[in-house]
């Protein structure tokens, strides 16, 4: 059912209003594919003193790491290193396939503000699939909907932490636009509708701590909250375990070697 913003309260379609404070959101998009790309802000790319790039990379998130508005990220026990990356969810409207650069803007079903939770602490595994880092259950916050009708390419995207921003970085900054990323993406792969492509994270990145609230906004789309709390660690004593290495927080932190010395907070 689709709902509106009318004075401070969700209008449903059927006539119910409801508070937003207290409404409960399921995720607005049911993905079977979830695609990010590694590096596609400018600042980013400075932040890290990395050269510049040719073409973009990219990896997967399960569908399993969608959560709704006003949810809950959680931090297992034992792990120090729960990154934020505010990021635009291009959500796909009608089935993509070797579509043209020009065209890619026709088949998208609109934008969400969403967050592409990481946890360095598994960084030094998985061959940099990212698999363990970004493929918790629950690491893709996406919401509060999904908004059309909007030129994203003159957005903002701006990630809140308690209040505070802690980034930005205008569209006009990426790397390569959403429609190139689309196109790319679909010479290889049929996007269906409902599946996400996360389009890059400005300079900022940075560890999350248990009770923090967390929010992203995208000007002209809305405003993505949720709070992260600590979670037991696994049960099973097996596989990889977590590690804050030398390596790992250098890229938790984005390359500020001074920010080692203190660690990532509370």
């Known amino acids: ?14 006539g119910r209003r409801l508070d937003p404070e207290t409404t409960s959101h399921l995720p607005p998009v049911d993905p ?32 399993t790491t969608v959560l709704g508005h006003g949810g809950v990220v959680r931090r297992p026990t034992g792990c120090e290193l729960l990154n934020f990356e505010g990021e635009i969810a291009a959500v796909v409207g009608r089935p993509m396939r070797n579509v043209p650069v020009a065209e890619a803007w026709e088949y998208l079903a609109g934008f969400a503000p969403a967050n592409d939770v ?47 921003v802690v980034q930005e ?16 993406i679909s010479r290889h792969v049929t996007l269906q509708p409902g599946d996400i492509v996360l389009t890059g994270t400005p300079a900022g990145s940075r560890p999350m701590a248990p009770g923090d609230v967390m929010e992203v906004e995208v000007t002209g789309i809305g405003r993505l909250r949720h709070t992260v709390a ?32 203190t660690g990532p907070g509370r």
């Open 230 to 261: 600590e979670a037991p660690a696994p049960a099973a004593d097996v596989g990889f375990q977590p590690v804050a290495s030398q390596m790992s927080k250098t890229v938790a932190f984005g390359g500020d070697f001074k920010a080692l010395e």
């Open 118 to 164: 990481g946890l360095h602490d598994y960084r030094e595994t998985d061959a940099g699939s990212m698999f363990r880092v970004k493929g918790h259950d629950g690491f893709c916050p996406i919401g509060p909907g999904v908004v059309a009708g909007v030129d994203i390419r003159d957005q903002v995207l701006r990630t809140y932490r308690n209040g505070v």
């Open 169 to 184: 970085g205008p569209v006009s900054e990426m790397l390569n636009g959403i429609d190139y990323l689309l196109a790319d």
């Open 32 to 63: 079977r594919l979830i695609v990010c790309i590694h590096m596609n802000y400018e600042s980013r790319r400075l932040e890290f003193g990395l050269p510049m790039g040719t073409e973009p990379s990219y990896f997967l998130k399960p569908p």
């Open 1 to 14: 059912m689709f709902a509106t913003l009318s004075e401070g309260e969700l209008l449903l379609g059927d």
